[in-house]
């Protein structure tokens, strides 16, 4: 089974600051990658997603990630965070199967904490 | 926009008691999940369903089972609610065309 893996559970920047969260997985087939942003109090939302094409990809809010299938990995990324950006974030992925039966796997997120 | 909404925010139950968290998605969806979300666990997958009555074990399903009556409706039942299930309750759904998944606000139940 896949696996999806987090390194950095708590992290802590000042405003202005960039931001890198690593995301790792353990398939060797096809997938689909995601990252889910859930701020305090609200729902899981999309923040952005890789299906196929130009490897970097960007999402709302000035987020983006890249997918670098060599080293399975799907890092998120910031040039410059905001205090509004206090949240935990996962990472997610589902392999491409024949015959459909394509569960996500998220990992076990990152509580990012921006100070002012 | 999709929307899913699931029943309650907040729930406390005791021990033994039959647990109902319903789930429902307006945007005719064919799957749709139930997931819990622990501290340091992240989401696990409790069950899930591909269509109306049809219904697969995800990653943790001891102490839990579902219903699909409807398209629009995923509800899970706890049999007989235990202190470890004390938990976020995450429910989502898909078109498998996309498999970008669209979750609910969650349900807080909290079992003593």
């Known amino acids: 089974a896949q696996s999806v893996s987090q390194h950095n559970h708590h992290v802590i920047l000042s405003e202005a600051a960039s931001l890198e969260l690593g995301c790792n997985y353990s398939?060797?087939?096809?997938?689909?990658l995601f990252w889910y942003v859930q701020y305090p109090g609200q729902h899981l939302q999309l923040l952005l997603k890789y299906f196929s094409g130009d490897p970097l990809v960007k999402g709302i809010k000035g987020f983006e990630a890249e997918f670098i299938k060599s080293k399975f990995s799907f890092n998120l990324r910031k040039p410059s965070v905001q205090w509004s950006d206090t949240a935990e974030y996962f990472c997610a992925v589902i392999p491409i199967l024949t015959g459909g039966g394509n569960k996500l796997t998220f990992g076990t997120g990152t509580q990012l904490k921006v100070e002012l | 926009d999709v929307k899913v909404t699931q029943s309650s925010r907040y729930l406390v139950k005791r021990t033994g008691e039959k647990v109902f968290l319903e789930c429902v998605q307006d945007m005719d969806h064919e799957n749709m999940f139930w997931y819990r979300q622990d501290p340091g666990l992240g989401l696990r997958l409790i069950y899930f369903s591909y269509d109306v009555k049809m219904k697969e074990k995800g990653d943790i399903p001891e102490g839990y089972s579902v219903s699909r009556e409807k398209k629009e409706r995923f509800s899970l039942i706890l049999e007989s609610a235990s202190t470890n299930q004390t938990s976020m309750y995450l429910c989502a759904s898909r078109t498998p065309s996309t498999d970008t998944q669209y979750f609910g606000p969650g349900t807080r139940l909290t079992v003593l």
């Open positions: 398939y060797g087939g096809t997938v689909n």
